[in-house]
């Protein structure tokens, strides 16, 4: 069974960087699958970030392409997302997510994953 436990999270200035992981107790059962970080603020909808398909693409949500990077480390079965240049919008409760499946256009839909941690916060201050 794919469990996974996010990690990295805190309090940050703005400008600062974090980067945030995600262990997997194994990889979804499938030649073809997708891990993704979303986030959700207060009061506002969980919106997917960033994602990375078996094939090695990757997605990014528009206000965060050219702050982040996410990877993975195949050995350690972890996810990780770099962001730089955090602003205050960035603030968020960040989960992590798993599909057996491609992302393709569906990278950033709620549906699209099976496998959800329970998050980590991030609270970025002006």
């Known amino acids: 069974q794919v469990q996974l436990l996010e990690s990295g999270g805190g309090s940050v200035q703005s400008g600062g960087s974090l980067r945030l992981s995600c262990d997997f107790t194994?990889?979804?059962?499938?030649?073809?699958?997708?891990m993704a970080w979303f986030r959700q603020a207060p009061g506002q909808e969980r919106e997917g970030v960033a994602a990375l398909s078996s094939d090695g693409m990757t997605y990014y949500e528009d206000s965060v392409k050219g702050r982040a990077s996410i990877s993975r480390d195949s050995a350690r079965n972890t996810l990780y997302l770099q962001i730089n240049s955090l602003k205050p919008e960035d603030t968020a409760r960040y989960s992590c997510a798993g599909a057996a499946a491609p992302c393709g256009t569906s990278w950033s839909t709620y549906g699209h994953f099976g496998y959800w941690g329970q998050g980590t916060q991030v609270t970025v201050s002006s």
């Open positions: 194994a990889m979804p059962q499938s030649e073809y699958y997708c």
